[in-house]
């Protein structure tokens, strides 16, 4: 994030508008509605709202880029039709998600002043609810559709029989593993039951449901059964405190053969945890929709590894905002 000036301030600080407009719309469903040209008045009426705001809102999206107007109405420019109008193309879950996150960060400063209080309330809103569990993972299939195949290109799993994808949420991973490497003789996905309701119908899409294994459990207090080969973490252990990463990995120790691997996937930070960006501004959103968690470097989470025992441990860049940490039994 380059601040130079003060009218970098003045935008950074006013970014919250745009979101805030673009967020309301997509709750709305607005760009469902807006495949084809509509008159404000009469959308408005459809979705029971104002006509006056609407009005305003719609010339907004449209100075933002998200729709265009001509003399007889709006409609969804090219990028909005593509992602947030219902349909395959449709990815505006994660936006539901992030939008439904902001009553979270309305309390970053309460959390500042006394401490990392997540009241039992406000858990149940903002993780508990099963519908905004549905919302939650569908957006995690959003923004893994096209890293997950990339990511797992960059393994090589040849000596693997038997995979757990540990929290594998909505089974992007699982599908772009079962795409990547044939071979694997089991594939399991252990997640949360709700969490499987939704992989269940994702996999099924995909034609892949057969080919796995679906193992309801909570990793903080199930083990996660024996025989496997390989454990895949991704975007896991930054909800969990430390000591709540040590408890999953020495899970993940117990359940692995000799000589099976654990591969952690994560925003990691660098060294000194003040960069890179991403990660640091993810760490907050930890701070506020968890109660311990946190983005964590590749250092820490490699000493955890070694802690518990694992070997060879090394780290690798995978994409742009993400990287690995591996690390294996002993034989
Ligand atoms: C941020 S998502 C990551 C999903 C997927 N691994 C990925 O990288 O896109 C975290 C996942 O952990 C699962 N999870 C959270 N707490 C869990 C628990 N206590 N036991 C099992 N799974 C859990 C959630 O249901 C969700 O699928």
């Known amino acids: 994030m380059k601040l130079e000036t003060f009218q970098d301030l003045l935008r950074m600080a006013g970014g919250f508008q745009p979101a805030k407009i673009f967020l309301v719309a997509n709750d709305l469903d607005l760009f469902t509605l807006l495949g084809g040209e509509r008159d404000a008045e009469d959308l408005a009426a ?126 992007t991973y699982v599908a772009a593993f079962l795409a990547r490497f044939p071979h694997l003789r089991e594939v399991r996905l252990f997640d949360l039951p709700e969490t499987l309701e939704v992989a269940r119908e994702k996999l099924a899409a995909r034609g892949l449901l057969e080919r796995v294994n679906l193992i309801p459990g909570d990793f903080l207090r199930n083990e996660l059964g024996e025989g496997l080969d390989a454990v895949w973490v991704s975007q896991v252990l930054h909800s969990q405190s430390k000591e709540g990463c040590r408890l999953v990995l020495e899970k993940v120790w117990r359940a692995l053969n000799p000589g099976g691997r654990v591969l952690v996937h994560e925003f990691f930070l660098g060294e000194d ?25 590749h250092a820490e989470i490699a000493r955890l590894l070694e802690q518990i025992g694992f070997e060879a441990v090394e780290t690798l860049a995978v994409s742009e905002d993400t990287g690995l940490v591996m690390g294996r039994k002993p034989r």
Not at 74 to 90: D, H, K, V
Request: with cysteine.
């Open 46 to 171: 459809q979705l029971g709202v104002q006509p006056r705001a609407l009005g305003i809102l719609l010339d907004a999206l449209t100075a933002m880029g998200l729709l265009q107007k001509s003399a007889a109405g709006y409609r969804n420019a090219e990028l909005a039709q593509t992602w947030l109008s219902a349909g395959p193309g449709y990815r505006g879950h994660i936006f539901k998600h992030l939008h439904h996150c902001w009553q979270a960060w309305n309390g970053l400063e309460r959390i500042l002043r006394e401490g990392n209080l997540v009241t039992p309330m406000e858990k149940e809103i903002l993780v508990d609810s099963e519908r905004w569990n549905h919302i939650f993972i569908n957006g995690m299939d959003d923004v893994t559709r096209e890293l997950a195949p990339q990511v797992v290109a960059q393994l090589d799993l040849a000596d693997v029989d038997v995979l757990m994808d540990l929290g594998g949420g909505p089974g």
């Open 273 to 297: 945890r003040a960069a890179p960006l991403r990660p640091a501004i993810f760490s907050v959103h930890m701070l506020v929709m968890t109660e311990g968690g946190r983005a964590y470097s």
